[in-house]
């Protein structure tokens, strides 16, 4: 059974930061494109950053950019969010995403198979 859980969330102050986690059982993610969304209360799921198989091509969200970091450890099949001078419009649950193997990354949730259940990310003000 495929699992991606994660990790990571929590109440934070604006301008704080956060590191979420997102571990995989039952799927290798190695050869797999990783990403991150959110959804945020009454909004649709958006797209954060994604990264390919071995971590060598990210993209990004512009409104994350230069703040939030993606990378992956394959060995630990594990994938990571560093998020950095939160906002409070950035509170939501964050989701972790697995594409098929060795797709590019990509902003479409419909290109992904697979999805955890999410943690919740609050940023007070």
């Known amino acids: 059974q495929v699992q991606l859980v994660e990790s990571g969330g929590g109440l934070v102050q604006a301008g704080g930061s956060l590191r979420l986690s997102c571990a995989a059982s039952g799927v290798a993610v190695s050869t797999r494109a990783m990403g991150w969304f959110r959804q945020a209360p009454g909004k649709e799921r958006e797209f954060v950053a994604s990264?390919?198989?071995?971590?060598?091509?990210?993209i990004y969200a512009d409104s994350v950019k230069g703040r939030f970091t993606i990378s992956r450890d394959n060995a630990k099949n594990t994938v990571y969010l560093q998020m950095s001078y939160l906002k409070p419009e950035e509170t939501a649950v964050y989701y972790c995403?697995?594409?098929?193997?060795?797709?590019?990354?990509?902003?479409?949730?419909?290109?992904?198979?697979?999805w955890g259940q999410g943690t919740q990310v609050t940023v007070s003000s």
């Open positions: 995403a697995a594409k098929g193997s060795y797709f590019s990354p990509g902003s479409s949730d419909g290109r992904y198979d697979y």
């Open positions: 990264i390919n198989w071995s971590g060598g091509n990210t």
